[in-house]
C-alpha cells in the first residue's frame, strides 16, 4: 500500500494578539499517513496468467482454419462433379425449353380446332367424330417435347461423365428446336382444323384435303423432333475418350 506525508507546524502562537506560525525543524512535524492505492496505484496488472492464452490464440485459429477447410473438402468431395458448373444449366433449361413450348403448341392447335368441332357439331352432330382428327394431331406435339425431355435429362449426369459447355449448349439447342417446331405447328394445326371443319360440314369433300393439309402441318413438329434427337446426340462429343 503507498502513502505520501503531510507535514504541519506543531506551535501556533504571537505577541499582542497577532497570529503568527513559526516553523518547526522538520523533526517536531507530526506524520500523517494517507492510503494512496486508490490515487497512484503502484503496481501494474498482473498479465502473467494471460500470457498462455495471448500465445496460444495464432494455434487456435488455425486449427480452426484447417479443421472448416477438412470439412469443406468433405462437403466437396461428396458433391462436386467433373466439367463445367455452370453446363447442367444450359442443359436442363433445354429439356424445360422442349416440353414447354411444344406443350404450348398442343394446347393452343386443340384449344382452336376444339373450338371449331364444338361449333360444327351444333348443326351436324354426326360429323363430330370425324373432325376430331385435328384435335389428336395437336395432342401429339407435346408427346414430341416429352420424348426429348427426357433423353436430355437422363444424359446430365455430371458425376458419372464429364459435363462440359458444349454439351450443354447441344441441349439447350436440341430442346429448342422441338419446342419451337412444335410450337409452330401446333399454331398451323389449331387455325386449319378451326376453319377445316366448318367447311367439312357444309361441304363434305374438303375433308381430305384438310387431313392433306394437317398432315404437312404435323411434319413440322417432326422435323424439329428428328433434329433435337441429331443434336442431344452430340453432346458428350466434345472430349476425346
Known sequence: MGSFTLSYPAHIHGPRGRTVISP???????????????LLPDHQPDTKHQLPLLD????????????????????????????DETAPFFGFLGAAAALVFSCMGAAYGTAKS?????????????????????VVMAGVLGIYGLIIAVI??????????????FDGYAHLSSGLACGLAGLAAGMAIGIVGDAGVRANAQQPKLFVGMIL????????????LIVGIILSSRAGQSRAD
Request: aromatic residues 8%; hydrophobic residues 40%; proline residues 8%.
Open 152 to 165: 436430355i435429362s437422363t444424359g446430365i449426369n455430371p458425376k458419372a461423365k464429364p459435363y462440359f459447355l
Open 56 to 83: 496460444q490464440t495464432p494455434r487456435i485459429v488455425q486449427e480452426n482454419k484447417e479443421a472448416k477447410e477438412a470439412d469443406f473438402s468433405d462437403a466437396m468431395a461428396t458433391s462436386v462433379f467433373s466439367g
Open 213 to 224: 393439309i394437317l398432315i404437312f402441318a404435323e411434319a413440322l413438329a417432326l422435323y424439329g
Open 24 to 38: 518547526e525543524p522538520r523533526s517536531s512535524c507530526h506524520r500523517v499517513l494517507f492510503p494512496t492505492h486508490r
Open 114 to 134: 376444339g373450338v371449331g368441332v364444338a361449333s360444327m357439331g351444333v348443326m351436324r352432330p354426326e360429323l363430330v367424330m370425324k373432325s376430331i382428327v385435328p
